[in-house]
């Protein structure tokens, strides 16, 4: 399943149509602080909280359907009421209007075990959300729930088998049913910028924690760790995988989750040579900020996943690393197939566009698609950053004095998980080549010793 367009008109200080369009498996969102970014990411939830409101009696499909909210429920599923998500500058009467076009595979389908009945390539559902003065509640309404842009259910009776067919699809795109939770869960998560999820409710007893790795996220590891449900199996060991792959302390150990019963607590271990193990906080803060927003990302068990600000407190080397995490765990089926980063960082982009937000003239929100050329001028990044592509295998030295070598010649210099490199003036041509430890030592010829 991918979302392929997303519109909203009517939230907050969205007052005109933010639409972002060919959307890919990482869609980063640049502007200003207080544009509107985020407003774009909680609408997206909304769209996607009203979309599985109500289980047991799904949506007001059909020509002259409604339906009705009142604020305890919309705070429940948004964390927002009612007078907080209209343009306070609009009038008391009000409607937000929320637009997502997807394509479903037939596959997806199997998974569920839905039949298809109506063709789903193409698949357009517009949400609204209206305020009518003198009510304390909100009307909901399916303006459009359109099939490849041919059959609408909104405004035409479809026979039983076709309404029903609707209602499962609205389902499946709302919820990810989990082999152990048959009603499932959230299929779209909200990660604030204080790495909180919205609308996640904490496990009792335990609130927030000022800790990088909240006491919540480490019994949902320990959770999926020991668990029997292959959906959290699978979750775990990407995790791994990934800070195997992309997190130097655990390139050369293994990543686990204990439980000190003496403590009743959860860590996350390095696990490294000699049966030494490292609880979490002996580790950098900045691997400890990437671990733990990799664990929400898979422990939401959400397909489609909203970040705000992925940069916070980690330096330009260890944004790159997560970027790299991030576009390996998009490509695998047991993660979120899609991202939505907003980010004052030009190190997130890997599709060939992002979108530009900024104010209007008249202080309304707006936003472009730009070639992710554009991104490092968008956001004024006047740290050092890696060359454009296109310049042939580029190698760069970061503020820190890191030298970081393009992913293809890292085998080939043999530090594909890092090592020493060597410099060495070609007297020849005068210009300066990078050696791997391998070829510096040819160079050196035999030691003394040995000859």
């Not at 602080?33 to 007001?60: H, I, T, W, Y």
């Not at 490292?278 to 068990?301: A, I, K, M, N, P």
């Not at 992925?310 to 944004?319: F, H, I, K, V």
Request: proline share 6%; aromatic share 6%; with cysteine.
């Amino acid at each position: 399943m991918k979302l392929l367009e997303f519109a909203v008109t009517g939230y907050k200080n969205l007052s005109r149509e933010v639409r972002l369009t060919d959307l890919g498996r990482i869609n980063v969102i640049h502007g200003d602080n207080n544009v509107g970014k985020s407003n774009v990411l909680e609408a997206l939830q909304l769209f996607f909280a009203l979309l599985g409101r109500d289980v047991e009696n799904g949506l007001p499909l059909g020509p002259n359907k409604v339906a009705w909210m009142m604020e305890p429920r919309l705070l429940e599923l948004t964390e927002h009421r009612i007078g907080e998500i209209f343009d306070m500058r609009g009038p008391l009467a009000a409607t937000i209007r929320l637009e997502a076009k997807f394509s479903v595979s037939e596959a997806a389908f199997n998974r569920a075990g839905i039949l298809p009945v109506l063709p789903t390539d193409r698949v357009t559902i517009v949400l609204e959300l209206a305020r009518e003065y003198g009510r304390p509640d909100l009307r909901i309404s399916v303006s459009r729930f359109q099939f490849n842009d041919v059959r609408d259910a909104a405004i035409e009776e479809f026979t039983a088998a076709e309404a029903g067919f609707a209602q499962r699809l609205a389902l499946l795109l709302a919820r990810n049913q989990l082999m152990h939770d048959p009603v499932g869960r959230p299929a779209f998560a909200l990660i604030e910028e204080n790495r909180r999820v919205r609308g996640r409710r904490e496990r009792p007893g335990e609130g927030s924690a000022s800790a990088i790795l909240s006491p919540t996220m480490l019994l949902n590891l320990w959770d999926a760790s020991v668990s029997a449900d292959p959906s959290q199996i699978g979750r775990w060991k990407l995790l791994k995988d990934l800070a195997k792959k992309h997190l130097p302390p655990f390139q050369s150990g293994d990543l686990l989750v204990t439980f000190d019963r003496s403590q009743d607590s959860a860590f996350v271990v390095h696990e490294g040579a000699g049966d030494i193990r490292l609880r979490h906080h002996l580790l950098g803060t900045g691997v400890q900020q990437v671990l733990s927003l990799l664990g929400l990302l898979l422990t939401t068990d959400a397909r489609w996943v909203a970040i705000e600000e992925p940069e916070c407190n980690l330096r330009y080397t260890l944004q790159l690393r997560l970027r790299e995490a991030l576009d390996t765990l998009t490509r695998d089926e047991r993660g979120p197939g899609q991202l939505f980063v907003t980010s004052h960082s030009p190190a997130f982009e890997t599709e060939a566009y992002f979108y530009a937000m900024r104010l209007d003239a008249e202080g309304v929100p707006v936003i472009e698609r730009r070639p992710k050329r554009d991104a490092r001028m968008f956001v004024a990044f006047d740290a050092e950053v890696p060359p454009a592509e296109g310049r042939g295998e580029v190698s760069w030295v970061s503020s820190e004095g890191l030298v970081l070598v393009p992913p293809r010649l890292r085998p080939r210099l043999e530090v594909q998980n890092g090592g020493e490199v060597a410099f060495l003036t070609n007297h020849s041509s005068g210009r300066v080549e990078i050696l791997s430890e391998r070829e510096f030592l040819d160079v050196l010829g035999p030691a003394e010793e040995d000859a």
